[in-house]
């Protein structure tokens, strides 16, 4: 990409498209298009091509999607598939009609199998069943990504695909039933502190395994994707790191100076087991991610502070 290219950011106000804005914005990248939800409903496809028809964007970060946690996934399981499926078809067809020179789509470590072999390499895509708490999701980004692979085989383009491992960091979704688990055990602690609760009570055991990843280190690999990267699989982006929930739920109370009991629901679902990527493929590129944990979590409480809407998102 040039500095003066016309970079579209598709879901530019979410957590992961704020990032990536920030990141271009930080590389000197001066030609950047946005779009509000209000502005541009890119589930209908007459406003997605009439947009560009008239941007025509050069490149295109797709980073738009109906995203939740465990509860969202499982009470909406009709929306998630429908939602995610129509808006990345819609920008990923208008991209390809309108000469778009590359497009970066973001998906989801959960598109790999539950029972994959860990860590879990780009290789093992569709090779086993998913995990059922959010197959709706998995599948409408499994969708995206093929429908990348598929264009770049039948015509020539040069769209590739990212998957990332659990996010978070500024402007992630705090809500108390929708969000995802280190978010919500950032609210949930922080509440407990304030109000002096003796314990905090958490889903499940605290057995499964979790990587997870700043949020703007992810931006970072990104861009580098966009410039360095082509090919018709997908890139993992994670760490390569792992710890339970216990542990990671520990960590959090520690962060935020949560000095209570924490206890378990075991009838509450675990979900995935274990989901560690393989991200041997983005080394190989030459990138690696830079936020431990720990700092990662003092910098997303940070934001969960300074972020006056968190009790509505």
Known sequence: MEKNSKIYVAGHRGMV?????????????????????????????????????????????????????????????????????????????????????????????????????QPMSESCLLTSSLEQTNEAYALAKISGLKYCEYLNRQYGTDYISVMPTNLYGPNDNYHPEHSHVLPALIRRFHEAKEQGLEEVVCWGDGSPLREFLYVDDLANLCVFLMNNYSGNETVNAGTGKELTIKALTELVAKVIGYEGK????????????????????????GWTYRTELEDGIRLAYDDFLNNPMRAER
């Open 17 to 117: 498209g704020s990032a990536i804005v920030r990141e271009l914005e930080r590389q000197g990248y001066t030609n950047i298009i946005t779009r509000t939800h209000k502005e541009l409903d890119l589930t209908r496809q007459d406003e997605v091509e009439r947009f560009f028809a008239e941007e025509k964007p050069e490149y295109v970060f797709l980073a738009a999607a109906k995203v939740g946690g465990i509860i969202a996934n499982q009470s909406a399981l009709a929306d998630f598939m429908y939602e995610n499926m129509i808006l990345e078809m819609n920008v990923i067809h208008s991209a390809w009609r309108n000469g778009c020179k590359k497009l970066e789509f973001l998906g989801s470590s959960c598109i790999y199998p539950r029972l994959a072999p």
């Open 262 to 285: 924490i206890k378990w629901d075991t009838s509450r679902p675990n979900g995935t087991p274990r989901k560690l990527l393989d991200v041997s493929k983005a080394a190989g590129l």
